[in-house]
């Protein structure tokens, strides 16, 4: 069995009497310790489908199943407490809007959710490996405003990373960079997906990022090609 399995994944958001068709019908597996890369237009539902598939967001139809546990049935879905549980065990997010707190240093940026995962929260190795991985090591106590973008998105790269998920699941990682800093992630990417086995879930407008996906999901207007 597929590490990750969706079949007829389904997003319809309603905003008064309008309906928009997010993602329609959707099916796909992920292998543990594949990249796959999401890709399409502006507003074809690449969020939308990381989102569902990151269980931050509940689909409207279909099924779920990740790790052998349905998360969604239909409109069934597990508890509130159990869907918290699977996104803190499994899943690291980098979100297309990096949501770094402005009055936490990058340091505090980066525990955050260890806060949230008992037993984690006094790994300072686990801070000072993520720091170096991220080569963040002489920024660790700087605010976010004090940051270059770069910095920002390897800051919220590698909060996704401290509690050590099976998945990451990056909207757009480098989208506020240059090609020098894409690069550097790209590169980073690659190795904690070689060295690591971490399985990568990765929206990109950038061709040459979308390149590292050993699976391709383009999404065209909700629908995968
Ligand atoms: N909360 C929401 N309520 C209503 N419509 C939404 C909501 N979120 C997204 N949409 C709509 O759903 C469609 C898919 O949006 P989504 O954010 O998934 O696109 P995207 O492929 O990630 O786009 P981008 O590349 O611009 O980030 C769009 O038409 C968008 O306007
Ligand atoms: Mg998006």
Do not use: W
């Amino acid at each position: 069995m597929a590490f990750i399995e969706a079949k007829n994944l389904t997003k319809i958001y309603t905003r008064g009497t309008e309906k928009i068709q997010a993602l329609h019908k959707a099916n796909f597996t992920v292998e543990r310790g594949a990249i796959i890369a999401v890709t399409g237009a502006s507003g074809s539902g690449k969020t939308t489908l990381v989102n569902v598939l990151g269980c931050l967001d509940n689909p409207t139809s279909g099924s779920l199943v990740i790790d052998g546990q349905t998360v969604f049935e239909d409109k069934v879905h597990l508890s509130e407490s159990a869907l918290t549980i699977v996104r803190r065990k499994i899943f690291g997010y980098v979100f297309q809007k990096f949501f770094l707190l402005p009055t936490l240093t990058v340091k505090e940026n980066i525990l955050l959710p260890a806060v949230f995962q008992p037993g984690l929260r006094a790994n300072s190795a686990r801070l000072t490996e993520v720091l170096q991985m991220l080569g963040l090591d002489k920024r660790a106590n700087h605010l976010p405003g004090q940051l270059s973008g770069g910095e920002m998105q390897r800051t919220a790269i590698a909060r996704a990373l401290i509690n050590n998920p099976s998945v990451l699941i990056a909207d757009e990682p480098t989208g506020n960079l240059d090609s020098k800093r894409s690069e550097e992630i790209k590169n980073l990417l690659l190795e904690l997906n070689q060295k690591q086995n971490l399985t990568i879930i990765l929206v990109t407008h950038n061709p040459d990022l979308a390149k590292i996906g050993n699976q391709t999901l383009e999404l065209k207007d909700g629908i995968i090609q």
